[in-house]
């Protein structure tokens, strides 16, 4: 049988369209949409940073950005001097959590990392002002009273010994 090159473009055509209109009748699938996306929502919100003994520490606002590809938080420290903002994505090829954070003081971290028992966990190297290598570990461990705990501590050493940095307990605001 004898195809017309007419008849060849309409097969070819046909082939190219069909896998199209199935894919549009059962939905492609969201970018951003697994699970693993909204592993970190725990941390979204409007919240007061308390430290252990119940100073105030600052505010911080957590809010989705890019549909639900990336976190955006906005940090101010108590009095308003000290601001900073990191985003926050999660990706599927490395299976991997990664956040950047830059704040008026010129500092900036590049963190990576992912849940751990129960808990988000990044961590990052980077060099200080004096020219010595730091590891940047920070931990937010959503509590049972509906706080989220933030403890960012620090290495010098490799990761031998560790100091706290900051230890913040999250109180969501009411809107």
């Excluded at 999660?90 to 590049?110: A, C, E, I």
């Excluded at 031998?160 to 809107?175: K, M, N, P, T």
Aim: one cysteine or more; hydrophobic letters at 35%; glycine letters at 12%.
């Amino acid at each position: 049988m004898k195809i017309t090159t007419a008849a060849a473009l309409m097969l070819l055509m046909q082939a190219c369209w069909l896998p199209l209109a199935q894919a549009e009748e059962t939905g492609p699938e969201a970018p951003c949409s697994t699970p693993a996306y909204y592993q970190f929502d725990f941390w979204l919100g409007r919240w007061t940073s308390y430290s252990k003994a119940g100073e105030k520490q600052g505010t911080n606002h957590l809010h989705r950005i890019l549909g639900t590809c990336a976190i955006q938080e906005n940090w101010t420290g108590k009095g308003g001097a000290y601001q900073g903002t990191s985003y926050n994505f999660y990706d599927k090829v490395t299976d991997r959590w990664y956040q950047t954070w830059v704040d008026n003081g010129g500092g900036h971290l590049f963190l990576a990392g992912g849940m751990v028992n129960g808990s988000m966990q990044l961590s990052g190297e980077r060099m200080t002002h004096d020219g010595k290598n730091m590891i940047d570990r920070i931990t937010w461990t959503p509590l049972e009273d509906g706080r989220v705990r933030q403890h960012w501590e620090v290495s010098s050493d490799g990761g031998d010994s560790w100091r706290d940095l900051f230890d913040g307990y999250y109180q969501q605001d009411v809107e």
